[in-house]
C-alpha cells in the first residue's frame, strides 16, 4: 500500500520562474493538503484541495495556486518564484480532511531558487 | 508571533537519560498531532490526541493533552540513539473543520551514546 508520493524530489529554478510540485496521495484518501517547510522551521500550511476545490487557504499570495484531479491527486504551482520560496514543499493526504483525522505526508519536495 | 510554542529548540542529550518536549497555546485545539521528522524525509505521524487530559503511551514515549486542550507534552524515558530527530507539534483548531495544522517550531532532539 503506497503512502503518499511527491515529484520531484528536488528541484532548482531561478528567480521568475514558474514551478509544478505533484502529489499522490496514500490509496483511501481524498483530501490534500499542502504546506511549506523552511529549514529549521515547522510546517506552515499553504491551502487544502477537496473535491477539486480548494477548500481553505493559508496566509500565502496568489502566486500559489493549485489543483486537484478526479484521481484526487495534486499539483501545487508557484509563479514568479522568489529566493525566499526556498524551501521543503510537503504534502499531505488525510480522508475528507475532518479536524481530528490523521494526515499523512510525503517526504517532500526540495525546492531551490538561485 | 507563534500560534503554537514549542520547547525546547534544541536538545542534546546522553543516551539513557529521559525528556520532555512541551508545545504551548492559548488557543484550544481539537486535537493534537506528534510527528517525527529525520533529515531529507516527511514528518510521520507518532500519536494524536483528542480529549482533554488524555495520555498515550508508545513505547518509551508518553504523550499528554492538556485539560483544557491548549498544551500537550511528550516524555521519551532512556532516550536512544534511534531517537534522534526532529520532533514536531500539531494542532487543528477548534473553528477548522478542514484539519488544517498548525505546527509548532519543533524540537530537534540529538541523542549521543
Known amino acids: 500500500d503506497a503512502g503518499v508520493t511527491q515529484s520531484p524530489t528536488h528541484l532548482i529554478k531561478t528567480r521568475g520562474q514558474q514551478v509544478t510540485l505533484r502529489c499522490s496521495p496514500k490509496?483511501?484518501?481524498?483530501?490534500v493538503s499542502w504546506y511549506q517547510q523552511a529549514l529549521g522551521q515547522g510546517p506552515q500550511f499553504i491551502f487544502q484541495?477537496?473535491?477539486?476545490?480548494?477548500?481553505q487557504r493559508g496566509n500565502f499570495p496568489d502566486r500559489f495556486s493549485g489543483h486537484q484531479f478526479p484521481n484526487y491527486s495534486s499539483e501545487l504551482n508557484v509563479n514568479a518564484l522568489l529566493l525566499g520560496d526556498s524551501a521543503l514543499y510537503l504534502c499531505?493526504?488525510?480522508?475528507?480532511?475532518?479536524?481530528?483525522?490523521?494526515?499523512?505526508f510525503g517526504d517532500g519536495t526540495r525546492l531551490s531558487i538561485l | 508571533t507563534q500560534l503554537l510554542e514549542q520547547s525546547p529548540q534544541f536538545l542534546s542529550i546522553q543516551e539513557g537519560e529521559n525528556l520532555t518536549v512541551y508545545c504551548n497555546s492559548s488557543?484550544?485545539?481539537?486535537?493534537l498531532q506528534w510527528y517525527r521528522q529525520e533529515p531529507g524525509e516527511g514528518p510521520v505521524l507518532l500519536v494524536t490526541?483528542?480529549?482533554?487530559?488524555e495520555v498515550k503511551k508508545l513505547k518509551r514515549l508518553t504523550f499528554q493533552f492538556g485539560d483544557a486542550r491548549k498544551d500537550s507534552s511528550l516524555h521519551i524515558t532512556a532516550a536512544q540513539p534511534g531517537d534522534t530527530g526532529l520532533y514536531l507539534c500539531?494542532?487543528?483548531?477548534?473553528?477548522?473543520?478542514?484539519?488544517?495544522?498548525?505546527f509548532g517550531q519543533g524540537t530537534t532532539l540529538q541523542v549521543k551514546p
Open positions: 499531505a493526504s488525510s480522508y475528507t480532511g475532518g479536524s481530528n483525522q490523521p494526515q499523512h
Open positions: 490509496s483511501g484518501h481524498d483530501t
Open positions: 484541495y477537496y473535491e477539486e476545490e480548494e477548500r
Open positions: 488557543s484550544v485545539f481539537s486535537s
Open positions: 490526541v483528542v480529549t482533554g487530559g
Open positions: 500539531a494542532g487543528a483548531r477548534v473553528s477548522s473543520n478542514t484539519g488544517k495544522l498548525i
